[in-house]
Structures are given as structure tokens and as C-alpha cells.
């Protein structure tokens, strides 16, 4: 089964990714972000006991465009087995983002309770964790019953005694670490010459430095033909006129996300405002233009008359973030693992200019393909089980982008 938006931007194909892909035509895509099986049997799925092989890669290689970037999602124990097929499918490895957050569910086997099982002894529930409670109602978008085992790992909310000795000795060990972060495998297909050549000739080799800026500090900078992000929404708009002045808000994207939640802001230590830079000073928090060339480089850039500048206090502020996907999200999608749609907007925008073409084989509930729409990209997503095609069509009516 095919779909495609009423206008051929959007192609969602129902069937294996492989076949799929050996069907699309070479060199014909400018970017793949896709979240693959992590090779983790989450939850029993017989579609995740392993991480897709080198023979899929290389199949994502050959679409993608020369320069191409591929963003793919990893899990912390399976990443070296993602990142490795990457590489020897032949993709560049260039970097690898941090997706951390303070939601994540400890997957920890309790020693102690475990013991008590084995000798068939009974443990008194004394209490219910108030904090699992809430994360999960929050998660589920419902309520949770004490005693009732929660599909994520098997879990419940009950607070419960040791009932053996030998259970006490072993209170608060457990087998895992929480979950706090997804590794996001940054690749790029190779090619000959120079990135500069590269970016005229195909589109692709380069990320989107300026439309992926965090904060609000403004740069102006003199040169042509330039895509220039406007607006709250980032938008986009292509001149070819020359000695065009393009602003620059924000600053320079990392390797790192986060959700913003208090753990992860927590883990940052406070610090004030950035030092004022050379040639510039600050006066009530604003930063004062002096001199033609107040941070000279390459590209000359220029300081506005007047603009706002590293005001924000906290590390954590300095850096992309978007929390998980909540219940409001899932768009009634049965797939059992969601990413937020503001995220995937974000790494849509890093590696794909707009009117391009994003590919994500392994499509899930949608989230790739509605961020690419919004993102004003060609979308084509590949689902193999028919449930969750449904659940990319209903999303995508639901967003009116059908």
C-alpha cells in the first residue's frame, strides 16, 4: 500500500523497508532521520530483537543524495552495533547528539524482590511511589491502579517490605541504571571534491547552523545567497540577491539535547551571563555595538546597532531542548514508542533545506513525517506493520496536512 499527500509531496508506503527502499531511485534524497529498532526486544517485539543490518544502510546510502545526512536514533546498550553497520554500510560517521532527559523509567531488576520470589515468600505493600504514579498516569494519559503491572517493563506503583533476611541484606540493589539518554548517530555520505562544490551542486553536505541557533542573541551578517530563517516559526525564504543582510539569532547548536526537566537542568551548574566579548559592551543587559568588525572572522560578521545578547543564567539554557512525547502526542497512536514532534522538527531543519526530501524507513506513529511536512520538506516514510500506517495517515489528517 502507497499513499501520498494530494499534492505527491508525501508517500507513505506500507511494506518491508528493504523492498521499499530497492524501489526508490538512486541518489534521490536529501536526508534520512529516522528513530530504527534499538535491538532491545522492547516489550517482547519480535521488530526490535535487532538493530537493522549493513544491507538496509547501504540501501539508505544509495538514495541519499551525495553529502546526505543521516540522523539515526540509538539505544545507550545497542549503539555500537548501530553506529558500527552505519559505518561499514559506508556512511562518514561525523558526531553523535545527546537526547537527554529526566523521564526516563529504571528498567532495574529489584534484587531484593527477586529473592523473595524465588522463595515463594509474600512482601507486604506499605505505600505507593507517588512519583512512578504520576509518570505514568502522565505517560498513559489515564489512571493507574496500585498492584496493576505496567506494560513499560512490567513495573508497578506499590511500594512494598522485604520478607526474607536474606531479601534485607539485598534491599536497593538493583541490575540497571535509569535511562537518561538516546544517542542520536550523526552520518554522512561521502563525496568528491569540496563540501562548498558539494552544496551547489546537490544541496546536501552542509548542516543548518543559523535555523538550529538556541536563544536570542542577534548576529548580522553581509553576504548572498543565503536561506534566511524569519519568524517564530522558522520559516523560510531564499534570496539570490546580493550583499544581503542575514540575521543570526541564537547560539551555535551542540551535540546536546534536553527535556528541560528539572532533573537535567539540575545536572548543569548555575552560572551568570557569558563574559561580553571583545570590542563590545553591555549596559542593562544589552549588548552595544563598537567598531565595523566587533567579532571579525571569515565570514564577517557585524554586530547590529543594538542587540540582545548571552543574558540567560544556567548552562542548560544554552542548549536545544524538547521534552518526550506525553499523552497529547500520541494522536491515539498504538505504537509503543513516540518521539516528540518539536524534536524531529529540529533535526529535520539541521540537515534538510526546505523543499527537499526526507526519507524515514522505519516510519512508526508519523512523527518524522509530520515534522517534515511542517518543515515545508517532501516526506517519505516506510511502515511495515499496517497498524501503524494507520496511525501515520490518521496523524497526518489530524495535522490537515491530508
Request: hydrophobic fraction near 35%; aromatic fraction near 8%.
Amino acid at each position: 500500500m502507497t499513499r501520498y499527500h494530494k499534492d505527491k509531496s508525501t508517500e507513505i508506503h506500507n511494506g518491508d523497508c528493504l523492498q521499499v527502499l530497492r524501489t526508490l531511485s538512486d541518489s534521490s534524497v536529501d536526508a534520512c532521520v529516522t528513530d530504527p529498532p534499538y535491538g532491545l526486544a522492547f516489550m517482547g517485539k519480535k521488530w526490535d530483537y535487532d538493530v537493522p543490518g549493513v544491507e538496509l544502510w547501504r540501501e539508505v546510502l544509495r538514495v541519499l543524495k551525495p553529502g546526505g545526512h543521516l540522523l539515526s536514533f540509538a539505544g545507550t546498550r545497542t549503539q555500537h552495533r548501530m553506529a558500527v553497520r552505519i559505518e561499514d554500510a559506508g556512511f562518514e560517521i561525523r558526531d553523535m547528539i545527546a537526547w537527554v532527559y529526566g523521564s526516563g523509567f529504571p528498567k532495574s531488576l529489584d534484587v531484593s524482590k527477586a529473592i523473595d520470589k524465588a522463595a515463594g515468600a509474600e512482601r507486604e505493600v506499605v505505600g505507593v511511589d507517588a512519583v512512578r504514579y504520576a509518570r505514568l498516569k502522565n505517560q498513559i494519559g489515564g489512571s493507574v491502579s496500585t498492584g496493576e503491572q505496567w506494560e513499560h517493563g512490567g513495573r508497578n506503583v506499590d511500594i512494598t517490605a522485604p520478607a526474607t533476611e536474606a531479601a534485607k541484606q539485598w534491599q536497593g540493589w538493583g541490575t540497571a541504571l535509569k535511562p537518561a539518554l538516546e544517542p542520536i548517530t550523526v552520518a554522512r555520505k561521502p563525496f568528491p571534491g569540496t563540501v562548498a562544490e558539494n552544496v551547489l551542486q546537490h544541496g546536501t553536505g552542509a548542516l543548518n547552523v543559523d535555523g538550529c541557533r538556541v536563544g536570542t542573541e542577534t548576529w548580522t551578517r553581509k553576504g548572498g545567497n543565503q536561506s534566511t530563517p524569519y519568524g517564530s516559526e522558522t520559516t523560510w525564504n531564499t534570496s539570490t540577491t546580493p550583499d544581503i543582510d542575514r540575521t543570526a539569532t541564537g547560539r551555535f547548536p551542540a551535540n546536546l539535547i534536553h527535556d528541560g526537566s528539572e532533573e537535567v537542568v539540575g545536572l548543569f551548574p548555575e552560572t551568570a551571563p557569558s563574559k561580553q566579548s571583545e570590542g563590545v559592551s553591555r549596559k542593562n543587559g544589552v549588548l552595544k555595538h563598537q567598531g565595523e568588525n566587533a567579532r571579525p572572522s571569515h565570514n564577517t560578521f557585524e554586530r547590529t546597532t543594538e542587540v540582545e545578547g548571552y543574558t540567560d543564567s544556567g548552562s542548560a539554557a544554552r542548549f536545544f531542548y524538547c521534552a518526550k512525547a506525553d499523552a497529547s502526542e500520541r494522536r491515539n497512536s498504538k505504537h509503543p514508542t513516540i518521539k516528540p514532534v518539536a524534536l524531529m522538527r529540529y533535526l529535520v531543519r539541521l540537515v534538510c533545506p526546505a523543499g527537499g526530501v526526507v526519507l524515514d524507513p522505519f516510519a512508526g506513529s508519523g512523527t518524522t513525517i509530520e515534522a517534515a511536512r511542517l518543515e515545508h520538506c517532501r516526506a517519505i516514510g516506510i511502515e511495515r506493520e499496517a497498524e501503524y500506517c494507520a496511525d501515520i495517515l490518521e496523524r497526518l489528517r489530524q495535522g490537515v496536512l491530508f
